[in-house]
């Protein structure tokens, strides 16, 4: 998996491609922690590359939407496939994150 | 390592190579000049040489010239005595003279004046009127008087010439005889200092000069410096030192610059002369150039033959072995430990590969022990988990009401898959399949905590919406980690065959109504447990007829892969489900469909969990054993 890094506005872009499952999680996560360890920040995942997502790539979502709501900021998603999309819908995250 | 060695060592090289090549030219210089100045001194030393003989030479002619003169004076002297009649005798003075081979003959009285001779015109001639023949006056005076004259140029021809002259006899007077001297004029010529300098050559382009005592040139090779001083022929700027050095020291030597081309000058003070030697510097170093050139050559052969054999010699002995020792770690950093490093062209490498194979290998003996240790701890794990999920089979031998199968197939590595079914009472049976997010030891422990907790909360009587509802709110306290658990419940009232269930995140159900075949259980996807507390889910229910079945699966069967990362997706499921004949039965459809996965995967490790679990709804029987019962439980749920 490969973790691009932009800024767009206020909010820092995080374009994700590849696999996001138990391997490259924690990969994810250490790169969210450094993130939002410094400031609050408004979150924007564009997964238009990413092919799947497991439960551990869900868990580092569910992570990240706790910090921000924690901190008051904005956490967006977009760009997400089918496969993605299906996955998002089956485990109900669609229902806590806000996806585009 | 070795380009580094070799910058360093041809930088190395280079600096001896520059050392040895200005010691050497250095050195070159020195000889080349010490031998210049060798040649000088001695070519010096052979005009010097010549200069004394020709000296020699002159002062013996000399002398004999004056002798003879002299005795040709006093013998006409003698005959002017015995002869006074000589005087005015022009006939017999004319064979007298040339009897006595001389040129001239003149006689003069005691008045200094010229009398008579072999030269009419001279007669009368008053010897006194002129210093070189006033020099002969004495003679008047002293009867034993003799003088012969230095030879001088006369007449428009500059011949050499001399007077001889001695007292007369007779009387007081003077007999004077004149000749040209030319023995001594040939030796004269030979002598001339003019003749001496273009007689030497130093080496092919070198040459002497004769200066005098002023400094200036009195013979030299080219002729258009003659009567110049050598300071004006050396260029100004070394014009100086020269002087100093020539006004200081009879002999040494001192370069400088003649039309701008440097020149080795030697010089030595002999008698009233200054003996010059120059040698151009170009060909004075003609030796050193030649003598580099060949150095220079030669050296680069040497520097790069060394060059070469260190740089093959160390690539033998330690650039190989180290690269060597790194493929090995490399190999061993990459995970095999049974690498050995077997390094042995000499005893340090062969030290360290002992060195390095011993603490390979007591760390691959840790490595083990670990190993051993955590495949024990972990199939305790294993164990433990599997051992708290209902595996009787017929978990309810006395009813026939309802028939239930299940079954978890781990990974290698424990997972957070399970399911569970219970009776809530006589009447109501839960089923639940879940899966907690990640894998390992803290998985299976939240998989533990799940079950439990759902149990409890069900068994409390709590409608399934609720228990799901309170669950979640139980899982989220002291969730660290952010686990979460995806799960499908489902109470299934026995005695109405209505089921109500709630789906949190989980794999959507299928469901196969009597002999239909499978399809999806219409489900509202509610969001996985423990992940935000506060979560209320959408309660669904479905009416069960007789042969209905109900099969729950989690993501380890649909998104199980195969080696070209294919997944064997729900379209699969749904597929061979409905390909398995009727009459296969509850554990031949979970086992049919694991091989069936198995046979998808071509041999791919197994990378999740694989659990399912069916029930099927067997009306009739329900109501025999319920009239027979008599006892209707009251209705919590419906």
Redesign the interface.
């Known amino acids: 998996m490969e973790i691009k890094k932009s800024v767009e506005g206020n909010a820092t872009v995080l374009a994700l491609s590849g696999r996001l499952d ?1 391997i490259t999680s924690p990969q994810l996560s250490k790169e969210l922690e450094t993130l939002l360890e410094k400031e609050a920040i408004n979150l924007i995942f564009d997964l238009s590359s990413l092919d799947y997502i ?3 790539g ?2 580092v979502f ?2 990240a939407q ?1 910090k921000i709501n924690a901190m008051g900021t904005q956490m967006k998603i977009r760009g997400v496939n089918e496969t993605v999309k299906e996955i998002f ?8 994150l806000n996806i585009e | 390592m070795r380009k580094t060695f070799l910058v360093w060592l041809f930088t190395f090289l280079i600096i001896a190579f520059i050392c040895a090549l200005v010691v050497s030219f250095w050195a070159l210089t020195a000889q080349a000049s010490q031998n210049a100045q060798t040649l000088i001194r001695l070519k010096i030393a052979d005009v010097e040489k010549q200069l004394r003989i020709n000296q020699d030479n002159l002062y013996e002619i000399r002398k004999e010239l004056d002798e003879s003169g002299i005795a040709k004076a006093k013998a006409l002297a003698k005959m002017i005595q015995l002869n006074p009649s000589l005087i005015g005798n022009s006939e017999e003075i004319e064979k007298i003279r040339e009897l006595l081979l001389v040129d001239e003959v003149h006689i003069v009285d005691r008045g200094g004046i010229l009398i008579f001779g072999s030269v009419p015109s001279y007669f009368n001639y008053d010897m006194a009127s002129d210093p070189q023949s006033a020099a002969f006056m004495e003679a008047i005076r002293d009867p034993d008087f003799v003088l012969a004259q230095n030879p001088l140029p006369k007449g428009i021809n500059k011949e050499i010439f001399q007077y001889v002259g001695v007292a007369r006899l007779d009387e007081p007077g003077i007999v004077q005889i004149g000749y040209r001297p030319e023995k001594l004029a040939k030796a004269l010529e030979i002598a001339d200092i003019k003749n001496l300098a273009p007689g030497f050559r130093i080496g092919s382009s070198g040459s002497v000069l004769i200066l005098d005592n002023q400094g200036v040139i009195v013979s030299s090779t080219e002729e258009n410096t003659l009567g110049l001083a050598l300071t004006d022929v050396i260029d100004s700027g070394t014009a100086e030192t020269a002087k100093e050095k020539m006004a200081k020291e009879t002999e040494g030597s001192f370069i400088a610059a003649v039309n701008e081309e440097k020149r080795l000058f030697g010089f030595k003070k002999s008698g009233d002369y200054y003996i010059v030697g120059q040698l151009p510097s170009h060909e004075m170093y003609l030796s050193r150039d030649s003598g580099t050139t060949v150095l220079v050559i030669f050296n680069i052969l040497l520097f790069g033959v060394i060059f070469f054999v260190i740089a093959k010699l160390v690539q033998s002995i330690v650039i190989n072995g180290i690269y060597r020792v790194n493929n090995s770690l490399e190999k061993i950093t990459r995970g095999n430990l049974n690498e050995v490093v077997s390094v042995r062209t000499n005893k340090e490498f062969a030290s360290l590969s002992a060195g390095i194979n011993t603490t390979v290998n007591a760390l691959k003996e840790a490595i083990n022990e670990a190993a051993s240790r955590i495949d024990t701890e972990l199939s305790f794990a294993k164990a433990i988990q599997h051992s708290s999920l209902p595996s009787k089979f017929p978990a309810f031998p006395e009813r026939k009401d309802f028939d239930i199968y299940a079954r978890m197939y781990t990974a290698k590595e424990v997972g957070g898959d399970f399911y569970d079914f219970f009776l809530v009472d006589e009447n109501h049976l839960a089923v639940v399949i879940a ?1 907690v ?3 390992g030891i803290p998985a299976s422990l939240f998989m533990m905590i799940s079950k439990s907790i759902l149990k409890t909360y069900a068994l409390s009587g709590l409608p399934v919406e609720e228990t799901l509802y309170k669950s979640n709110i139980a899982l989220c306290e002291n969730n660290q980690e ?3 658990v ?1 799960a499908f419940m489902g109470i299934l009232n026995t005695r109405t065959g209505v089921m109500r269930y709630v789906n ?5 159900p299928l469901i196969r109504k009597a002999n239909g075949s499978y399809e999806w259980l219409p489900v509202k ?4 447990l423990a ?2 507390p506060n979560i209320r889910y959408t309660e669904q229910e479905i009416v069960f007829e007789q042969g209905d079945t109900l099969f729950l699966y989690t ?1 380890g069967v649909t ?1 199980a892969m195969n080696r070209v990362e294919q997944l064997y997706s729900p379209k699969r499921l749904i597929r061979v489900l409905n390909q398995f004949p009727g009459s296969l039965g509850l554990e031949g459809t979970i086992v049919g469909i694991k091989e069936d996965v198995d046979h998808f995967s071509e041999g791919a490790e197994q990378a999740d969990d694989i659990t399912m679990l069916m029930l099927r709804y067997d009306r009739s029987a329900d109501f025999s054993h319920k009239e027979k019962q008599g006892n209707p439980s009251k209705e919590v749920f419906e």
């Open positions: 138990t497991s439960s551990s869900l868990r569910l992570s706790k819908e089956v485990t109900g995250f669609t229902g806590i | 899966d997010s990640g894998k952010d686990m979460f995806t949190a995140g989980h794999n959507p996807q509610g969001f996985v992940g935000l993501d998104e």
